[in-house]
């Protein structure tokens, strides 16, 4: 009887309809926000920028990831965090709230593996900063499996990079109180990009020349020719204009400076990065000064469009989608920027393609 309850419970379970992206409203992108009664949350928009799913969250978020079959995002928490939240987009439920291990924090980011099972988180040892890169098993209720060195300090975004499970890590190279955020080694920094195989082994880095080491590389954007474009926060003198976007390509670094004039606008911090396919050209911006900056995906300077408190960037319909502190969502293409969906929420730092 146990054998035949057994059978019948398993031919049950396969035969339950296996869920979908569709079945959560199909979304195009995901974004952590703050409502108006300052509750965390995470949304599901529609690629003209519609909720088709609001989620709660904990505690401020910050990114998050999609996994590439089944309708499941990960949400990070800010940086240093102590969560992230594995959820069910279709139901609406908890799948599984992570926790760093005893002496680590997440960093704000994660990925997946091609096949899915696999999920890596950027972390830090709370002491010290050294970059770990976390192994949780999406087979089996994402269970801790492992870590890897990051290469680096503070490592914060990460990447899959294409037709491979070799992963990109931005190391920021900056040492942070574990309470406070408080930076402790702006003066010895070294930021770099790491290469990591599927088995952990640190296969490239590349570090920024010494007169940019305080230079912190944040976000990555993947480009379709196998570079890697990368975002960066200036932690030095602000009268210096550097450049905050930077281009990849094998272990080689390009830096992209815009004119001069156009470098103080950006107040030396490039808050998030995407790569339009549509323009085939890159976007970063900046909160700090309430802009975005378009360049050609060679590195050339092509415009800023001003925006209060932008943030978000993600490819979008015709060029790119903008997010802001404001509750603005925008687009932005040949015509320019212009604001199209106005929300009560503040958007936090990130829109997240679902490339599904």
């Known amino acids: 009887m146990q054998r035949r309850s057994f059978l019948a419970s398993l031919l049950a379970a396969s035969t339950l309809p296996r869920l979908g992206w569709a079945d959560a409203g199909s979304p195009a992108f995901l974004a952590a926000a703050k409502d ?4 965390f949350v995470l949304h599901g928009l529609s690629a003209q920028g519609e909720t088709v799913f609001a989620l709660p969250l904990p505690a401020r978020g910050h990114a998050a990831t ?9 949400a990070f928490a800010r ?8 959820i069910d987009c279709a139901r609406g439920t908890q799948v599984a709230r992570l926790t760093p291990p005893a002496g680590r924090q997440f960093n704000g980011h994660g990925t997946f593996s091609a096949d899915g099972a696999t999920l890596y988180t950027s972390e830090v040892e709370a002491e010290g900063s050294a970059g770990r890169i976390g192994l949780w098993d999406a087979t089996a209720n994402y269970a ?3 870590e890897w060195a990051s290469g680096g300090i503070g490592p914060h975004d990460l990447k899959r990079l294409p037709l491979s499970d070799d992963l990109i890590i931005a190391n920021g190279g900056i040492q942070t109180d574990p309470t406070d955020r408080r930076k402790l080694n702006i003066a010895t920094m070294r930021p ?13 880095q590349a570090e920024l020349p010494p007169d940019l080491a305080q230079n912190s590389i944040r976000h ?17 003198d602000p009268a210096d204009p550097v450049p905050l976007l930077g281009l990849w390509d094998n272990g080689a670094l390009t830096l992209c400076p815009p004119p001069e004039t156009e470098a103080y606008v950006m107040q030396g911090y490039a808050g998030s990065i995407a790569h339009s396919p549509t323009l085939d050209a890159l976007a970063i911006t900046s909160p700090k000064g309430g802009a975005v ?17 932008a943030c978000g960037v993600a490819a979008g319909p015709g060029g790119f989608i903008v997010t802001d502190g404001n509750g603005a969502i925008s687009t932005l293409d040949a015509a320019g920027l212009l604001p199209r969906r106005s929300t009560a929420l503040s958007w936090d730092n990130h829109l997240v393609a679902l490339a599904i």
């Not at 108006?36 to 509750?39: C, W, Y």
């Not at 770099?192 to 490239?204: D, Y």
Request: aromatic share 8%; proline share 8%; glycine share 12%.
């Open 220 to 236: 990555l954007a993947l480009l379709p020719d196998g570079r890697v474009a990368f975002a960066m926060q200036w932690e030095g």
């Open 66 to 74: 999609a996994h590439p079959t089944r309708p499941e995002a990960v």
């Open 36 to 39: 108006a009664t300052g509750a």
């Open 192 to 204: 770099n990009l790491a290469r990591l195989s599927p088995g952990g082994e640190i296969l490239s």
């Open 293 to 309: 900056q378009v360049f050609a995906t060679d590195g050339r300077f092509v415009a800023t469009h001003r925006r209060p408190d």
């Open 144 to 146: 801790r499996i492992g």
């Open 79 to 86: 940086r240093p965090g102590t969560y992230a939240l594995v």
